[in-house]
Every structure is written in C-alpha cells, then in structure tokens.
C-alpha cells in the first residue's frame, strides 16, 4: 500500500513537473500574457470592426512587411484594414488555435471563416463562404506594444472559395465570345 501511495505521490509531482517545462514558463512571464492579451485583442478588433483600442496594443509606426495594396503603414493602415474587413465580411470569425511567445516575438495560428458580403479590395461582394482559412503571424514587442508584423496565409484558397480564381489545377473560364464588343 505504501508503494502505491509512494508512486502516485511521484507522479503527480512528475506530471507538475512537465506541466511546467511544458507551457514554457508562460505562466511566469507577465510580457508573454501581456502579448497574448494583446494580440487578442487585435484579433477581436478585426471581428468586430472596432479598431479604437488598438493604440494601446500596437506602435503608431508598427511595420507590417506584408501591408496590402493601398494601405498606409503603421497603424492608422492597421485601422483602415480592421474597417474595410468588417465591411467586406461582416460576419468573420478568427478563431486562435495556438499562440506562443519567445522572448519579444509572439507567433499564433488562426483560424478565419466568413462571408463576402461587402466589397474586398475594389471588389464586388461576392456572397460566398470562405471556411478554416488558416493564417500565421510573426509579432515583435517592445516597450509594451506590437512594433513589427510578418505573417503568411493562405490566400489563394481563399480567393478559390470567394471564386475570384478557379480551383487550382482547373484552367480559367473561357470568354464569353458570342458577346459583340460595343
């Protein structure tokens, strides 16, 4: 009896033990929970549309090295995207499903769904779903915001779903040739 209450003592402690190598000390890190607040808190920005807290979160001059075409710098562009996003699908929802930090850098994996119901990017609404596109970002901290911005996604398959392009390995629509030109 005493072996059995010596070894679950044991692993309980083992599995405490591991529990702790394993979150990486995050727990103990007050700059990592501030990051991940943070960039949950940007993320929630562009589900809502509401860009008005984001100054307390990112640099006035935060370089993104992936900023879209027409998009200032820094973050008044990052407020116009959270707006413009907003309009073109109104419902979309960013789900994090993994986030971890690494001394000043923050890097998630996130998961998007909507529904182009307002123009993207000078173009027409769609109406069409777009499901578990999936994102990842690269985020530098310093002096307690966001400074800097790297991120990959997946935006050819989002653009398949919104039928903006034909499905890869397909070839495009031919033209319409019984149109006469005007």
Known sequence: ???IALFSL?????L????????????????????????????????????????QYVAANTKS?????GYPEGLEGMKKMVADFKVSMPDAKYTIEDMRV????????????????????????????M?????????????GKFV?????????KMMEQLGLM???GEAPAAPDTTKKPM
């Open 65 to 69: 090295h992936m900023v879209m075409p």
């Open 148 to 156: 800097e911005h790297w991120g990959v996604g997946e935006e050819m």
């Open 1 to 3: 009896m005493k072996r």
């Open 16 to 55: 405490v033990s591991c529990g702790k190598k394993a979150d990486g000390g995050a727990a103990a890190n007050p700059a990592a929970d501030s990051m991940k607040t943070a960039y949950t808190a940007i993320m929630k920005a562009f589900e809502t549309g509401d860009a008005s807290g984001l100054d």
């Open 102 to 129: 690494d001394g000043d850098i923050l890097v998630a994996r996130v998961r998007m769904t909507g529904t182009n119901t307002g123009p993207m990017m000078g173009m027409p609404a769609t109406n069409k779903k």
């Open 166 to 168: 034909p499905p890869m």
């Open 131 to 143: 499901e578990n596109i999936m994102s990842i970002d690269w985020v530098r901290w310093e002096n």
């Open 10 to 14: 044991l692993a309980c402690f083992a």
